[in-house]
Each structure stands twice: as C-alpha cells, then as structure tokens.
C-alpha cells in the first residue's frame, strides 16, 4: 500500500485501539459484548460461524480471510476490510457505513447488495465501490442470484458514472464530455441504468400522466373535427398514439395536432425500448 492511502484516514483506524492476536480473543469478546470497538484484528483467518446482533466500529479485519460464517443483523462502522476474503459467507439484514472494502473479494458468499450501499460515502473512494460492486455482481452471476445481480448491477454503474467523469478533460473534449455526463445522469435518475424497475415504472407514469394532461389541455386544437373533450377519449388517444404509433380513429390533425402525435409516439418508442431493455437485463443476463 502505498505511502498516500497510509495516510489517509479511510485506510486507517482512528487511536486508540487494542491489537488483537488470536481468534480465541475476538471470540470472547464477542460472547461478553454486543458493541465491538477499536480493535485490530491480526490473524490471517476467522471461522466463527455465526455472529449475531454485534456492533462492529472502528475495527479492522484486513487481510483476513472470513470462512464459512453466517453474519445476521450486524452494523459495521468505519470499518476496515481492506485485502478481505469473504469465503463462503452469508449476510442477513447486515449494515455497512463508512467501511473500506480495498481489493476486497467474495467468494460463494450470500446477501443483498443493498446491505453495501453505504460503506462507501465519498465519492473520491468511488474506485472502491465500483470494486466492490463489480465484485458482489460477478458473484451474483456465478451464483445464480439473479434477484440480486439487478441490484448490484445498478449500483456498480452508480459508481461507474462518478469514478468515469470524477476527472475532467481537455478544453477541447469539454463539450462532449458534460453532454455525455448529462446524458448518462438523466439515464441513471429515469431508468435506473436499465437495472432498477422501479424507476422505470416510474417515469412511464409520469410521462403517461403528463402526455395525458397536455393532450387534455390542448384537446379542442388537435384536430380539425372531433375534439379530445373527454377524460375517456384522452386516455384513448394517449395510449393509441404512444404504444400503436398512430391516432387511431382521430382524422385530420391540425399542426399542432401533428407535433403532439410525433412527441406521443417518440415518448411510447422509447418508454418501449427502454423496458425491453430493463426486462432483457433483469431476466435473461
């Protein structure tokens, strides 16, 4: 490790703490206490099989290799992890703040990704959590958690996005680097990168319920005969215009009228393309 990260607080525990030398140790402590606090944990393994109900702060574990144990219900706070091997372990209802997961990997481990969201805060350790997503997104794959792999698919491309515009490049790029920034942002906050459904639901209703509200207001300027005067007939031409690309039983549209069906039918191809996106990432990836 190099002389900068040793400096760095995240890499280290805060003063004072105890040096523990043997699991034995950190085994009696944690049959007497419920709140674990300032300790250096040494040994280059740990095979407790099960820890329950224990607050972990300002406590390091790094370098050791974690077997075959079954964590539940734990919080760790500003913990260190760093060269962490977590062989054959299983989270439940666990919380990680302020931890540091450096070159951290798992290994046939189980738990939700969302247990993980807030060991990394700043964004300057963004290249720690994308590690640490790309690690627990991987395992999902090998594994076959596939209703976990959506979950931390979208927080690896969270992290992706910070750690990819954390610098910014030459005069010359400027442009096209805040266009894609820009770009990508709006993506992330509407589809949740193609991998968090629940965004996607919710910008279709909104888009739905906002076309709805113009195409209400503007009811009577759409077409030369036969205005949109009804709730019944707004909900029609909505989603007749969004998902069939056409006005299906409405003729002759004013301009205005044309313009309205053209953003109509854009907004259903792309609300379509994107779910189909959604959906291939979740189920078939």
């Known amino acids: 490790m190099d002389v900068k990260k040793i400096q760095d607080p995240f890499f280290s525990l805060k003063s004072p703490f105890n040096i523990f030398s043997s699991e034995e140790e950190l085994s009696k402590l944690l049959l007497n206490s419920s709140h674990i606090k300032n300790i250096l944990y040494q040994p280059e393994k740990l095979s407790i099989k099960s820890i329950d109900g224990i607050v972990f702060e300002n406590v390091s574990l790094s370098k050791t290799t974690l077997s075959n144990i079954t964590i539940k219900k734990c919080k760790f706070i500003d913990c260190l992890f760093i060269g962490c091997v977590f062989d054959d372990v299983r989270f439940h209802d666990c919380i990680f703040e302020r931890c540091n997961f450096f070159r ?34 991987s395992l999902y794959r090998i594994e076959s958690q596939k209703r976990y792999k959506s979950e931390a698919e979208y927080h690896f491309n969270k992290w992706n996005y910070i750690l990819s515009f954390s610098k910014k490049p030459q005069k010359k790029d400027l442009l096209f680097f805040y266009a894609k920034k820009i770009v990508v942002k709006t993506y992330g906050i509407l589809f949740g990168y193609g991998y968090r459904l629940r965004n996607l639901v919710r910008t279709t209703l909104v888009a739905i319920l906002g076309l709805m509200s113009v195409n209400f207001i503007f009811g009577a300027q759409l077409f030369e005969s036969g205005a949109i005067d009804t709730f019944e007939k707004t909900i029609y031409f909505t989603l007749t215009t969004m998902f069939t690309l056409g006005a299906s039983g409405f003729e002759s549209p004013t301009n205005l009228g044309m313009w309205l069906i053209l953003l109509n039918m854009i907004l259903g191809i792309s609300l379509l393309t994107f779910t189909v996106s959604a959906l291939f990432n979740r189920i078939i990836k």
């Open 104 to 137: 951290v990997k798992f290994n046939a481990c189980y738990g939700r990704p969302s247990q993980f969201e807030n060991a990394i805060r700043d964004k300057k350790y963004a290249n720690i959590a994308v590690h640490l997503f790309d690690q627990l997104r």
